[in-house]
């Protein structure tokens, strides 16, 4: 069974095309500069040589159409025709409550997609507009969408509540919800795995470091808590977020540089994170070399990020009442065995022990604790796309049995 | 038709404003104005406004590149022939306005729409200079564009729907709200300012108060983001006295008089922001220096 997964951002759309039967990527690539002359569009074929375009690209139907165009080519492409996709499966970021798993796209659920475009306005409108463009693509098949928010629906309202006038939640559904879903279910489901133990008995909190950046709290293989709260600033330091603050802040910082909403929300978005502190970089990479040559701020910045993570696993070790694994995954999760390193380092009283040759993996599944320690450290690389490609198909055989 | 290019004919403050706004909001712009030395000063003072939005953090600089890379500067009136809507925003003269209409009129598409940015003179005069009255409109827009929210949205005459139907689209798609005007001296945002900020300027005269206790008393006591007498020199003593003459004109009537001692500041060369004078201080960034 042939699966396609569709990643729809504002100009961009990313896709991979998966063979269910045995998990493999057929093919994956991406669309970028969505709305421009000079659009271009990246493909690579397993097995077959990297493909570029550019022409322009005004809007998300003509992106889809091309990305179609080069799947079914006869030199580049993967499928002699879009018949072979037995189903499309949509990265949506926002669910709201209204979704705690994967489901089949109806008129229903696209609408209550679109009710929550106030709660993701950069998000939803273009993971809508994509949905649609590949309805009308692919018509006939099922269209399947997979919620950032949803996996961690399972939180309870101690963790999901925010200590300020309840109304303000019965009103406008002001609440924790989470992101990265996706993520941190696949290596928490995958830590079990490598663990070989069933993820039902297991405490294990996942760190996904990438340009965004939040940390989940996983009992019994479900979402407890997690860092990312009503929208994807809270929590931990980012490239260019700033996590926590106290919100006392910002209205003394508005008064005081007499600032607007919309700048005080770039501010704490754009501005802020590794980039705001180092005044140099957003990358974690820059930010290590930076570093390794004596610059002070970056330092202040890799110690303010690594500090906030140790916070985070203490707090939710303690929350769990334990710990058996800790994930490092994403980008910086994956690549950087400085920060992994410094965050262990203050983690010894819970039973972590790394070992110094294995943290040195990039990019690669491994266990990197110590022979004997009591808490598993582990880095596990992220694959959203093939969760969305497993709940689309599951969604898609139980159609198939009620047939 | 659908508008991807913006053209505006005339690089002074209103017309660097809706450049910097309409880029912003992703158009490709065109900006006209006659000589180099004047797209010079256009664009340093686009540059200058993005830069100070930087320095406030609400854009990036990566995002400060792409608004000025989707900015084009021309001496060639006929370079807004690629343009889906074109604005013009020069000075308040009916006449250099008309001889405009007339040049765009030749080198526009025929289905292209023309705005005026004009706050005081009529529409269905400018529309009457082309053979498109059906798509000439009034947009008016404040100053600072970017930061104001209205546009007054004015039908001349022969105005069609459709046009109006797009000039509403442009002006939602800038995240402006539009409000609808027929064509009257002043629509609604002058008319109702002018004699306020005329009342201030006789106040002053008079002796009443300071001009710091006006705005004072007026900011505080009406919840303005700014006093009357900063308005005026934000918009210019020159352009203000120019637009209160058209109104008094148009009405004949005596509350629309400009104040005497606004003419004596305009003759005296202190025209508010522009010149670093009016009734307040300001420094080069037009921010008001505080005494």
Known sequence: MKIF???????????????????????????ERIGMDSATLTHKATGKEEVHQTSSILEHTTAIRKVLAVLTDPKHGVIKNVGEIAAVGHRVVHGGEFFSDSVLITDEVKAAIKSCI?????????????????????????????????????????AFLYAIPYVLYRRYR?????????????????????????VDELKIITCHLGNGASIAAIKGGQSIDTSMGFTPLEGLVMGTRSGDLDPGIIPYVM?????????????????????????????????????????????????????????????????MNGVDAIVFTAGVGENSPAVRATVCENLKFLGVKLDPEKNEVRGK???????????????????????IARDTKEIVEKLNIGD | MDIKKVGIVGGGTMGRGLAEH??????????????????????AGIELSLQKRQEKWAITEAEKRVILGRIQFSDTLADVSTAGIVVETVTEDLDLKKEIFRSIDQICDRRVVFASNTSTLSITELAASTYRPEKVIG??????????????????????EETVRLAKDFVASLDKTGVEVYESPGFISSRLIFPLINEAMYALMEGVATAESIDTA?????????????????????SLLIAMERLWRDYGDLKYRPCPLLRKLVRGGNLGVKTGQGFFKYDKEGDLIRS
């Open chain 1, 5 to 31: 997964v569709l990643n729809c951002g504002s100009s961009s759309v990313k896709y991979q095309l998966f063979e269910m039967d045995n998990e493999t990527v057929l093919a994956k690539g991406r669309v």
């Open chain 1, 118 to 158: 106030d709660l993701a306005p950069l998000h939803n409108p273009p993971n809508l507009i994509g949905i649609q463009a590949a309805q009308e693509l692919m018509p006939g098949i099922p269209h399947v969408a997979a919620f950032d928010t949803a996996f961690h629906s399972t939180m309870p309202r101690r």
């Open chain 1, 174 to 198: 002001v609440r924790r919800y989470g992101f990265h879903g996706t993520s941190h279910k696949y290596v928490s489901r995958r830590a079990a795995e490598v663990l070989g133990r069933p």
């Open chain 1, 255 to 319: 008064a005081k540089e007499e600032l607007g909403m919309g700048e005080v929300n770039a501010m704490l978005n754009k501005h802020s994170g590794l980039i705001g502190i180092s005044g140099v970089a957003s990358d974690m990479r820059e930010i290590e070399e930076e570093m390794s040559k004596g610059d002070a701020k970056a330092k202040d910045a890799f110690d303010i990020f690594t500090y906030r993570v140790v916070k985070y696993i203490g707090a939710y070790a303690a929350a």
């Open chain 1, 365 to 387: 599944e491994a266990d990197i604790s110590a022979p004997g320690a009591r808490v598993r450290v582990l880095v596990i690389p992220t694959n959203e796309e093939l969760v």
């Open chain 2, 22 to 43: 309409a880029a912003d909001k992703g158009y490709d712009v065109v900006i006209i104005d006659k000589s180099p030395a004047l797209l010079h000063e256009a664009r």
């Open chain 2, 139 to 160: 947009l008016h827009f404040l100053n600072p564009v970017p930061k104001m929210k209205l546009v007054e949205i004015v039908r001349g005459l022969k105005t069609s």
């Open chain 2, 218 to 238: 007026m900011k505080l006591g009406y919840d303005m983001a700014r006093g009357p007498l900063e308005m005026a020199d934000r918009i210019g003593l020159d």
